[in-house]
């Protein structure tokens, strides 16, 4: 497969506040490349550097031949892009707004014409060209915006949190017009997002991580990073158990929820022996195959939703502070 986009030791400072460390990787013509991490892991500055939103600090990307900081306007026709905040005018028709899209890259009328009714007709909004975006759903609305991202046929789509605040009925309705896609026109379609079932349509996921890659594979191979069975328990005393699950068993224990979590090669051999062998009271044990969300906490020793949740926190706290200054 050739290589689409490659980047190599790409880094992101914003006075003392490294967003991206150098990271390299290589994205292959035609294939869903996703970038998954919490909030505030450098996805977004990572896409916003390749796309020439923003200057890197150093390091180096190519978008199909393209160098992202020499050749601005060659990568600008080679790529779309669908923000993860709302950027379309409610006021115009969904015609209306593909029909502007199309003029500023100077695509003819009768081509723009032709273009605007094939890909509303791939998102399923044909029937709906000439209403106010203002009267759609949230999920009408990203389709919409994916539609704009592809009127100009680009080599690249770089969706950044493309179903964020979607419901996951229609999560799943956008990820079938994006597979749908990938296979009619070979799009590469290059997204980010810290959701992990979503994660799991990629071909190839890339972690980050604080600013820096920490695996790049397919989801089936990230998941054999975790061996053997999840085990999550509940008890009286986790800090005993704990203690006990490290010294009598050797594994590396994890704590969220109020419940403790391990791997172990073989659940349906264990568990009957962990329960007969305890000395604490087990309120509650359960075992599952590994998720992607495991493969984080392997990695981290963080969960990415609670990871999520804390950036979200930190936000609401700076917004309150900011209010209080005012």
Not at 250 to 271: A, C, H, M, P, T
Request: aromatic share 6%.
């Amino acid at each position: 497969m050739s290589v689409i986009i490659s980047v190599e030791k790409l880094t992101k400072k914003f006075k003392n506040l490294i967003a991206v460390n150098q990271i390299s990787f290589e994205v292959n013509e035609g294939e869903i490349f996703g970038f998954l991490g919490p909030n505030g892991a450098g996805k977004t500055t990572t896409i916003n550097m390749i796309c020439t939103l923003l200057s890197p600090t150093s390091g180096k990307a190519v978008l199909n031949g393209h160098d992202v900081t020499k050749e601005r306007n060659q990568v600008r026709q080679c790529i779309g892009l669908v923000f993860q905040d709302p950027s379309l005018d409610v006021w115009l028709t969904a015609k209306e707004n593909l029909e502007f899209h199309a003029m500023i890259y100077n695509i003819k009328s009768k081509t723009a014409k032709k273009r605007i009714d094939q890909i509303l007709e791939i998102v399923e909004l044909k029937d709906r060209k000439n209403d106010l975006v203002l009267s759609f759903s949230g999920g009408m609305k990203r389709r919409l915006e994916i539609a704009r991202g592809l009127i100009h046929y680009p080599k690249v789509l770089f969706l950044d949190e493309p179903t964020l605040g979607l419901d996951p009925q229609t999560r799943n309705r956008v990820w079938e017009y994006i597979r749908n896609l990938q296979e009619r026109e070979n799009t590469t379609i290059f997204l980010t997002t810290h959701y992990m079932d979503e994660a799991e349509n990629c071909d190839r996921i890339s972690i980050i991580d604080m600013g820096k890659i920490i695996a790049i594979d397919t989801p089936e191979n990230l998941k054999k990073k975790v061996m053997g069975d999840i085990i999550t328990v509940e008890t009286t005393n986790n800090k005993n158990l704990s203690k006990e699950i490290e010294n009598k068993y050797g594994k590396s224990v994890f704590l969220y929820d109020n419940k403790i979590q391990f791997e172990v090669d073989d659940s349906e051999r264990f568990i009957p022996q962990f329960i007969r062998e305890s000395k604490e009271d087990i309120l509650s044990i359960s075992a599952r195959k590994p998720t992607l969300d495991d493969v984080f906490l392997s990695l981290t020793g963080r969960k990415i939703r609670d990871e999520s949740a804390n950036s979200m926190g930190r936000m609401r706290t700076h917004i309150k502070m900011r209010r209080g200054h005012r």
